[in-house]
């Protein structure tokens, strides 16, 4: 057998799938675990004691759990309504106005938590707030102070889609937007606008 016959097709192809099989174990198999370990009738995690679904029973009466939840779902909410109003108000910026001060900074800050690590990005932000409370009193750690880091991630997500739509759509649509009555926002009072 030559050397080329064993390193042929076949055995890349179960090298590539042995390698697809170890990272979709190396991802998935701790998630079963804790699915498994969720039926445990022991309350040490590590010891298994037989299956039990007494856990599932308590979980309504949990008062920390269900506070957990909604406050979760709060900031979920928030935080997809902050980030599609400021994101669209980053992406018009950055697509119709081509030429302002600072453009280059405006867009590097909105990009930043794109190419960062979440930890960093984390990290500076509770340095900052604490940094900001220590100074101004103001904002105590809590809800508010999620919602901005969730905000500050979710806007620059929701930025680069919105921009790439923008730049993608047709300026005819608002050519025949001014024909029906649609008035340009490029003056600063009323009065003036053309």
Same mark, same amino acid.
């Given at each position: 057998?030559?050397?080329?016959?064993?390193?042929?097709?076949?055995?890349?192809?179960?090298?590539?799938?042995?390698? $697809? $099989?170890?990272?979709? $174990?190396?991802? +998935? $198999?701790?998630?079963?675990?804790?699915?498994? +370990?969720?039926?445990? @009738?022991?309350?040490?995690?590590?010891?298994?004691?037989?299956?039990? #679904?007494?856990?599932?029973? %308590? #979980?309504?009466? @949990?008062? *920390?759990?269900?506070?957990? #939840?909604?406050?979760?779902?709060?900031? %979920?909410? !928030?935080?997809?309504?902050?980030?599609?109003?400021?994101?669209?108000? %980053?992406?018009?910026?950055?697509?119709?106005?081509?030429?302002?001060?600072?453009?280059?900074?405006?867009?590097?800050?909105?990009?930043?938590?794109?190419?960062?690590? *979440?930890?960093?990005?984390?990290?500076?932000?509770?340095?900052?707030?604490?940094?900001?409370?220590? #100074?101004?009193?103001?904002?105590?750690?809590?809800? !508010?102070?999620?919602?901005?880091?969730?905000?500050?991630?979710?806007? %620059?997500?929701?930025?680069?889609?919105?921009?790439?739509?923008?730049? @993608?759509?047709?300026?005819?649509? *608002? *050519?025949?937007?001014? @024909?029906?009555?649609?008035?340009?926002?490029?003056?600063?009072?009323?009065?003036?606008?053309?």
């Amino acid at each position: 057998m030559s050397g080329k016959a064993f390193f042929g097709s076949g055995f890349s192809r179960g090298f590539s799938r042995a390698w $697809l $099989l170890g990272g979709y $174990l190396f991802l +998935y $198999l701790p998630i079963v675990a804790l699915v498994i +370990y969720s039926f445990n @009738d022991s309350p040490i995690p590590n010891v298994w004691a037989g299956f039990t #679904l007494k856990w599932y029973a %308590a #979980l309504p009466g @949990d008062r *920390e759990m269900i506070a957990g #939840l909604w406050l979760s779902l709060k900031i %979920a909410f !928030l935080t997809a309504c902050g980030s599609v109003v400021l994101g669209t108000l %980053a992406a018009f910026a950055l697509v119709k106005y081509r030429r302002f001060g600072g453009r280059t900074m405006f867009s590097g800050m909105v990009n930043a938590p794109l190419v960062m690590p *979440e930890v960093i990005i984390g990290l500076s932000l509770l340095l900052m707030l604490v940094s900001v409370q220590r #100074l101004l009193g103001f904002p105590e750690r809590g809800m !508010l102070t999620i919602w901005f880091g969730h905000l500050l991630l979710g806007m %620059a997500y929701a930025t680069v889609v919105v921009q790439a739509r923008l730049q @993608d759509l047709n300026p005819q649509l *608002e *050519e025949a937007a001014m @024909d029906l009555g649609a008035r340009p926002h490029r003056c600063s009072t009323r009065s003036r606008c053309r």
